[in-house]
């Protein structure tokens, strides 16, 4: 069975105080890993997609990176306006369901 | 380029009663998926559409759940009669390929609260 968990289930930062969130995840086949974020009362926004191990993206203050069972979110000297909800989510080859884990809610603290 | 569009963002409900949801896709995005977001939890696949095609509903309760995808673009998700374990959030989103690569976008989402 596919399944996502993110950790830690909360987290909170000093401003600049850097940190990882963790995804890891078990799936027959990996299309692809995808990093949302989402703000209270909206709908998550994308941020970034993963293909392979080894693949790493960066955008701001965020960089993602993959293995075979795990992906992390990496925040470099975070500020308060990156706090939020931060969900992981599988595509398997054999179908198109995105899965998604519980997110990993984060509080940067000015 | 327009995003997912949702309607109603917000709903209030008494238990037994029904509601519906409707949800415009991204221009030319075939691929159209409604979530439930329960507080505290990650999005939960309902049903998935491919153009006006049922790809997966597995995890949809089809004794209060109904969902249609007319000609391919908007869809409508119904429930009737609600009971209070519904009250969450109904996220719609849609999808491209291009390539290898998909990509999910997703509306702002329809709060239903259930009393």
């Known amino acids: 069975e596919d399944q996502v968990t993110q950790s830690p289930e909360a987290l909170r930062l000093q401003e600049g105080e850097s940190s990882s969130l963790n995804c890891s995840y078990t799936?027959?086949?990996?299309?692809?890993l995808f990093w949302y974020r989402q703000d209270p009362g909206k709908g998550p926004e994308f941020l970034f997609t993963?293909?392979?191990a080894g693949e790493e993206k960066e955008k701001e203050r965020l960089k993602a990176t993959l293995t075979k069972k795990e992906s992390f979110l990496h925040i470099t000297a975070p500020k308060p306006e990156d706090s939020a909800t931060y969900l992981c989510a599988v595509q398997a080859r054999s179908g198109n369901q995105f899965y998604f884990g519980t997110g990993t809610s984060l509080t940067v603290i000015p | 380029e327009a995003g997912v569009a949702q309607s109603p963002r917000y709903k209030i409900i008494e238990k037994r009663q029904s509601v519906a949801f409707w949800c415009n896709p991204i221009?030319?995005?075939?691929?159209l998926y409604w979530y439930q977001q329960i507080l505290g939890q990650g999005p939960k696949l309902l049903i998935q559409?491919?153009?006006?095609?049922?790809?997966?509903d597995s995890q949809l309760p089809k004794d209060r759940f109904s969902a249609e995808r007319l000609k391919g673009v908007d869809s409508t998700l119904k429930i009737q009669p609600a009971k209070l374990e519904d009250s969450a959030v109904y996220l719609c989103?849609?999808?491209?390929?291009?390539?290898?690569?998909?990509?999910?976008?997703f509306g702002e989402g329809s709060r239903l609260t259930v009393l």
């Open positions: 221009s030319g995005h075939a691929t």
């Open positions: 989103a849609s999808s491209r390929t291009s390539g290898r690569k998909w990509e999910l976008f």
């Open positions: 559409f491919q153009n006006n095609g049922v790809v997966d």
């Open positions: 993963l293909y392979s």
């Open positions: 799936v027959s086949g990996l299309r692809g």
